[in-house]
């Protein structure tokens, strides 16, 4: 066979060959915005000159600020086809942790949308090794900034050339993108994204088994551009010549919803707390979501009463998947076996609330605190750890971390498992999450999904909190439906888990909450709930 590397302009040249007339939808300030792949491919070339003018080097780290649009799209080919990084900034990073990862990454350049240049300037004395900053708005004025020097994005395109060659002699194991994973102490970790990694990915969400993305689908990543790539769902659509939706500013559920029916969406990607939000409104507006062929839900676990929710009264399947940043992030996906559609309903749904088998190309282990690997009898809970070509090798310039969490070649996940005869993994908890109780494990995961399958529960997230004689028990904080609100009791919730868990796994308390706060890409902050109900 011939050696060939591995590269991403391999995706920028057959959407511009193959696929010149489909579309990318990007919602702006100002509306709507469509063009083509052949406009995108115009632009893009465009771009790639503008980072030689800006002086832009091989090897370099270029970084986007930016919400999920069309620009942010450009960005990601450009950047990674002309030789340098495209480091995607996660927006609602503090302000010292936004400054410690442009920082630590070395970022020379920094893409800023319009309405996030205010993050900028609130730490731009922190910004020296900065050279340039370039604002993307649709107006004709810069808005007012303190940073310098300072270009407007549409200006620098207007005027360089349509032309750029684009190499073909890079090795396939050069960087291409990066993101940092939002660490629960310590500081956010970097992971390296290489071109042979995304384009291998991008190989597997088209996958019949995985998400079977293809040219027929309109994607719409609710899921940030900045939170893994948006699970990498803008190379493989560009790469399949998929229509892509790009939901712009500060979307809300509305605004999805709408794009969805007004563009034929077939496939939208978000994080669970999305689409319990989409069902709660479908129940108020009844929007017609017959172009859907699935929601991509991943990032934490699915709750089964959600997966049959979508169903029974959306009238598409969540189609469930798990991934981390430093995975690329598709590891798992949630589909039943052939077989098993002829057993008993409940059964398939609570087969599909685990994560799934894993997809190929990839090698998993599960182990025990002694490094034995677990029985795969859907019981016994261990370590996931993973190898494979769309796994990060460590942690950016952070020997001391990636030491230990990519011991023995494999990337140690922290995700506490099983495994069941079918080899269909569940994630029983994040290891920091799991509730010791007296020596056993609970699973906050399993717990609080069935709380959520309560009809009069919106949102639950269970806590341990501190227990002298069991040393942690569990406590639920739970967001009642907005019609049930200062009407339901402790017991009405302990009343429906008793038989479906274990008498010891019953929460001690039920904490009745208005909303649930929630990370940086929308996952509950346990975090912030045990500071608020567990003293740290
Ligand atoms: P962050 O650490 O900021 O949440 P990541 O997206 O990298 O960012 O988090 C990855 C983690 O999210 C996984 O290690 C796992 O704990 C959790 N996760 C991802 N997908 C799922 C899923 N489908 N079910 C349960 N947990 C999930």
């Known amino acids: 066979m011939m050696e060939y590397p591995l590269l991403l302009r391999s995706i920028l040249d057959r959407a511009n060959e193959l696929f010149p007339q489909k579309e990318v939808v990007s919602r702006d300030y100002t509306g709507i915005h469509r063009y083509t792949y052949a406009d995108y491919y115009r632009r893009v070339c465009r771009l790639a000159n503008v980072l030689r003018e800006l002086g832009v080097k091989k090897g370099d780290r270029v970084a986007s600020l930016a919400w999920n649009n069309h620009r942010h799209l450009e960005l990601y080919l450009a950047v990674p086809c002309y030789g340098a990084v495209l480091h995607t900034l996660n927006l609602r990073l503090f302000s010292e942790q936004l400054a410690y990862v442009i920082n630590h990454a070395e970022d020379s350049v920094i893409f800023v949308d319009e309405d996030l240049l205010p993050l900028l300037d609130g730490i731009k004395e922190k910004l020296g090794g900065v050279r340039h900053f370039v604002v993307m708005t649709d107006r004709r004025e810069l808005p007012a900034t303190s940073l310098s020097p300072v270009h407007a994005y549409e200006e620098l395109i207007a005027s360089a050339s349509d032309n750029f060659d684009f190499s073909r002699d890079l090795d396939e194991y050069t960087p291409a993108a990066m993101c940092y994973t939002t660490a629960t102490t310590g500081d956010p970790k970097g992971v390296i994204y290489t071109h042979r990694g995304l384009y291998l990915h991008s190989m597997c969400l088209g996958m019949a088994d995985s998400l079977a993305l293809s040219e027929e689908d309109t994607l719409l990543p609710i899921v940030p551009m900045f939170h893994v790539n948006a699970w990498g769902t803008p190379f493989a659509c560009t790469w399949f010549g998929s229509k892509q939706v790009l939901p712009g500013s500060r979307p809300d559920i509305k605004v999805i919803c709408d794009l969805i029916v007004e563009e034929k969406v077939s496939l939208a990607a978000g994080v669970p707390t999305v689409w319990m939000g989409l ?70 749904y609570d087969q599909i609330a685990k994560q799934g088998l894993l997809v190929p190309g990839l090698e998993m282990k599960v182990v025990d605190e002694e490094g034995r690997d677990v029985a795969w009898d859907g019981k016994q809970m261990g370590e996931l750890l993973l190898r494979g070509p769309w796994i990060a090798k460590e942690y950016y310039k952070d020997p001391e971390r990636s030491m230990s969490a990519f011991a023995g070649g494999w990337l140690h996940t922290s995700d506490i498992v099983t495994v069941d005869e079918e080899g269909f993994v569940n994630i029983a908890d994040r290891s920091k999450d799991l509730i010791k109780s007296g020596g056993e494990w609970i699973s906050s995961v399993d717990l609080e999904n069935i709380i959520m399958s309560h009809p009069d529960v919106q949102e639950a997230a269970v806590i341990a909190i501190p227990d002298e004689k069991w040393m942690e028990r569990p406590a639920a904080c739970v967001v009642l439906q907005e019609d049930r609100r200062g009407q339901v009791e402790y017991e009405d919730i302990t009343n429906f888990l008793q038989g479906k868990v274990a008498k010891w796994w019953l929460p001690d308390k039920i904490i009745v909450v208005d909303e649930i706060p929630k990370t940086s890409v929308g996952k509950f902050d346990k975090k912030m709930l045990r500071q608020r109900y567990a003293g740290g």
């Not at 089964?304 to 929710?309: D, E, M, N, Y």
């Not at 469930?320 to 409940?346: N, R």
């Open 279 to 348: 069902l709660a409104l479908h129940r108020k507006a009844r929007y017609d979501f017959s172009s859907v062929r699935g929601f991509v839900c991943g990032g934490s676990a699915a709750p089964k009463s959600l997966i049959q929710a979508f169903d029974k009264e959306v009238g598409a399947p969540i189609l469930h998947a798990y991934g981390m940043t430093e995975t690329t992030p598709l590891v798992f996906a949630s589909k039943p076996k052939s077989y098993m559609k002829d057993w008993p309903e409940d059964k398939i």
